[in-house]
């Protein structure tokens, strides 16, 4: 079955160190994306890329960083630059397929900092 | 600035009767706009769409309407049931570009 991959589901950063958040999907779709949950701030965009080797800031980038090498792989690395990293994370990948539109997500990295 | 608004954060419907969750935008370019049902610990999962050139689109339980000239969306669950209990987002995007997500609203249906 086809589907987006991320690993792992529950991740433990102490302060200062990077950390490392796995994206893959077999889905052949060409757009991946990351994106950051918060209570009662709904979904908001971190990082997302159309192609490969290409990738563009979100709405949030700051302190993060990703790379785009394989179609099929879109890792979110966290940096100690991130002030507020306790949050769960999404990665969605989308292609347009017979008219229709839309983002079919990872089940989520929930990610905190002890 | 949220393109995408859902005002309530959370709506409380007792099983059987109709829930409506709203959702309005400010973008007029926005050509098509999607709902997503999300669990917790979950990535959210794609419910029903709707293109701007249709002011309605049905999926057995799941309906949702378009007011254009009002900039609003909403999603009608009719029966409702307490399996629908989940937060809603709805979302929206321009000529297949980044969906914009709205805050998203908690439904609960009580048995």
């Known amino acids: 079955d086809g589907g987006i991959t991320q690993s792992p589901k529950y991740l433990f950063r102490k302060e200062g160190q990077n950390v490392t958040l796995s994206c893959e999907q077999n889905?052949?779709?060409?757009?991946m994306y990351w994106y950051r949950q918060d209570p009662g701030q709904g979904l908001r965009l971190i990082y997302y890329?159309?192609?490969?080797?290409?990738?563009q800031k979100g709405d949030i980038a700051e302190g993060y960083s990703v790379s785009r090498e394989k179609k099929e792989s879109f890792p979110l690395t966290v940096t100690s630059a991130q002030k507020n990293p306790t949050a769960f994370y999404l990665c969605a990948s989308s292609t347009w397929t017979r008219g229709d539109y839309g983002y079919t997500f990872g089940s989520g990295t929930r990610l905190t900092v002890v | 600035d949220q393109q995408v608004k859902q005002n309530s954060p959370s709506l409380s419907v007792q099983e059987g009767r109709i829930s409506i969750l709203n959702c309005d935008y400010t973008?007029?370019?926005?050509?098509?706009f999607l709902w997503y049902k999300k669990y917790p610990a979950e990535g959210p999962t794609f419910l029903i769409s709707i293109s701007s050139i249709k002011d309605k689109n049905e999926d057995g339980r799941f309906t949702v309407f378009l007011n254009k000239s009002a900039k609003h969306l909403s999603l009608h669950i009719v029966p409702s049931q307490p399996g629908d209990s989940a937060v809603y987002f709805c979302?929206?995007?321009?000529?297949?570009?980044?969906?914009?997500f709205g805050t998203g609203t908690r439904l609960t249906v009580i048995p």
């Open positions: 890329s159309q192609i490969v080797n290409d990738f």
């Open positions: 973008n007029s370019m926005f050509d098509y």
């Open positions: 889905l052949n779709h060409d757009a």
């Open positions: 979302a929206a995007s321009a000529w297949a570009n980044n969906l914009f």
